[in-house]
């Protein structure tokens, strides 16, 4: 008995190491800025600016989770959700190539998300 109970936690503890960056909220992502651009609000009635987190940015992208979820400020009162998840845009066989045909073979595709 004590034994299946071992096995019981030794393997929800693995599901969690496994599936634990599965999923990421990147709400952090993005914060609301303090500044403005006056020609922006030429075109936009009450634009809500934003400031980019390059270390959590860069820390999201290395990582890789498979699904991304943040929220952002839409207006002063009301937010959105965005619920990404990472897709392949190429298959195994692509080559890229050079304009002159050269094969470019440390080429590192970037992580590519869509709506879910």
């Known amino acids: ?10 393997l929800l503890s693995l599901k969690v190491t496994i599936f634990g960056q599965i999923s990421k909220d990147v709400s952090r992502i993005f914060s609301k800025s303090g500044s403005t651009n006056l020609r922006a609000v030429e075109f936009v009635s009450d634009p809500v600016f934003l400031d980019l987190n390059a270390d959590f940015l860069k820390q999201t992208y290395e990582e890789a989770p498979y699904r991304i979820s943040m929220i952002l400020p839409v207006s002063e009162e009301e937010n959105i959700t965005l619920e990404l998840e990472r897709f392949h845009v190429m298959n195994e066989n692509f080559i890229l190539r050079t304009a002159s045909g050269d094969t470019i073979i440390d ?9 879910k």
């Open 1 to 10: 008995m004590l034994r299946k109970l071992l096995l019981i936690i030794l």
């Open 107 to 115: 080429y590192k595709p970037g992580n590519v998300y869509k709506g």
